[in-house]
């Protein structure tokens, strides 16, 4: 088990200072909630309301009893049970990005749009990679080429639990939608009451920045609710566009979008899982773009999991994105420092490796360079460890001085748990590497992301659970006929 929390920016009465702001802001100027059903909750539990404008006042009292019925951790459960991930405590797990309109191709090394068979072999990829244990997928994608957009995330969602044995992601972007993949989950749980008990599917909502919870999204948050089925609910602002730009409040109203949505949850349905979640970030105020690279996306990352810890809540971040087009120095530094920082904070869920441009783009190189950059904040995050067998005394004074330690038991013992050992990054003399072809390290990722396609075969869906999946599909094909046709 791998922890983080060693990296932290804000004491504790900087923390207090941003709850504060939050209940005011909450209680004062209030949230825009677009869905009828959780705007009537609110409204019904004693928040203030401008019905005209779909705006929410929500009391203290409301927000802090919605922290309480929260629970403080949970379980994903996949569907090879030694992928199974308990969600709580700091512990850090990577969480790649599969789901993208555009993929850079693997052999031509040129942008297009991803389709049905790219979506297979990503999360074929993703599944064999061995430091990523959540997986994103084609479900959150609204267009995938060659696929009608109405019944995408039907086509995504049944591509990852074909092709992966992890906990795969399903949408929440409208009511359909969402229950179409809770649908397709409870299949793969046995039943309904299975999927409750043992959930093997969670969703992400996203507040819109500044202060509003739209109707898809929040429909997601209801839908999934009534299962107690796990809700990442994550706020996306960008200081200086949708937050201010002082980092301070941004946290403020982060927080803001993020609580009122836990509570929104917490209304529909108490006891829900729920994580709290920061997609947030800074506009770059030159090109007037996000900028999810940035090191002020770090600094939000620690601070986002150090408040959600305040709350004792389950946290979701990012690292791993760049504004870079391709895999040069600039991805690599910002991919590298990001990822360290979340995981180093002790966010839970860790989204965003494998792609590029803005994270408008995934790539086949970029998922395994991100494994190993994950792989390097393993090390990380394992630290240390000091006792007697480590320091190892009588070990040195046994070798003593001008020996070396290249045949002790102890060198072997150890070798594993004490050294990462990479599988891309060239160690070896300039010599050795131009006799091996001089090769970049995106031709030495490139050659193993197709030794995986080729050699890496995922155990297959249960036959009777492949006929059914396949039966829900045809079932939501023949719905969205219908209603096109009306």
């Not at 773009?289 to 600094?299: P, R």
Request: aromatic share 6%; charged share 25%.
């Amino acid at each position: 088990m791998i922890k983080g929390g060693q990296l932290k920016f804000l004491t504790s009465d900087q923390i207090y200072d941003i709850h504060l702001a939050t209940l005011d802001v909450l209680e004062h100027t209030g949230v825009n909630v677009y869905e009828s059903a959780a705007f009537n909750l609110l409204k019904d539990s004693g928040a203030n309301v401008d019905e005209k404008k779909m705006l929410v006042k929500i009391p203290p009292y409301l927000v802090e009893e919605a922290i309480r019925k929260s629970p403080r951790g949970f379980t994903l459960y996949a569907r090879d049970p030694k992928y199974n991930l308990r969600i709580d405590d700091r512990r850090v797990y990577f969480e790649p990005m599969i789901g993208r309109i555009n993929i850079i191709d693997l052999e031509t090394g040129i942008r297009r749009r991803t389709t049905l068979k790219d979506l297979e072999a990503l999360m074929k990829l993703a599944n064999a990679l061995e430091y990523y244990h959540i997986l994103h997928s084609g479900a959150m994608m609204p267009h995938i080429e060659g696929v009608p957009d109405s019944v995408a995330h039907a086509y995504g969602y049944l591509a990852g639990v074909r092709n992966a044995e992890k906990v795969v992601k399903g949408t929440g972007r409208g009511k359909d939608k969402a229950r179409d993949c809770i649908r397709m989950a409870t299949v793969l749980a046995g039943d309904e009451e299975e999927l409750i008990k043992k959930p093997n599917i969670f969703t992400t909502c996203n507040p819109i920045s500044p202060l509003q919870h739209g109707k898809e999204q929040t429909e997601g948050i209801i839908e999934y609710g009534k299962h107690k089925l796990p809700v990442d609910i994550a706020s996306e602002p960008q200081a200086g566009a949708t937050a201010p730009i002082t980092l301070a409040g941004l946290l403020v109203q982060q927080n803001a979008e993020v609580l009122s949505g836990i509570t929104i949850a917490q209304l529909a349905n108490p006891g829900t899982p729920v994580v709290y979640g920061t997609c947030g970030t800074i506009m770059d105020m030159r090109s007037a773009l996000i900028a999810l690279g940035t090191i002020e996306t770090g600094l939000i990352n620690v601070a986002t999991a150090q408040i959600s810890q305040y709350y004792g809540l389950p946290s979701r971040g990012t690292g791993g994105a760049t504004e870079s087009k391709i895999l040069d120095i600039q991805a690599g530094y910002e991919k590298a420092l990001t990822l360290l920082m979340t995981g180093l904070a002790g966010i839970n869920m860790v989204f965003y490796p494998g792609v590029l441009e803005h994270a408008l783009t995934i790539c086949y190189e970029a998922l395994v360079i991100d494994n190993e950059i994950c792989g390097m904040i393993h090390r990380v995050l394992h630290g240390i460890d000091v006792e007697d067998a480590t320091l190892a005394t009588d070990l040195i004074n046994k070798v003593g001085p001008g020996g070396h330690y290249l045949r002790e038991r102890h060198t072997i013992k150890y070798l594993e748990k004490e050294q990462y050992m990479p599988k891309l990054s060239d160690r070896q003399t300039r010599e050795i590497w131009e006799e091996r072809g001089s090769k970049d390290l995106r031709d030495v990722a490139k050659e193993r992301v197709r030794a995986i396609l080729k050699e890496h075969q995922p155990t297959p869906l249960d036959k009777d659970a492949e006929e059914m999946l396949m039966k829900v599909l045809k079932e939501i094909e023949e719905r969205e006929l219908k209603i096109k046709l009306r």
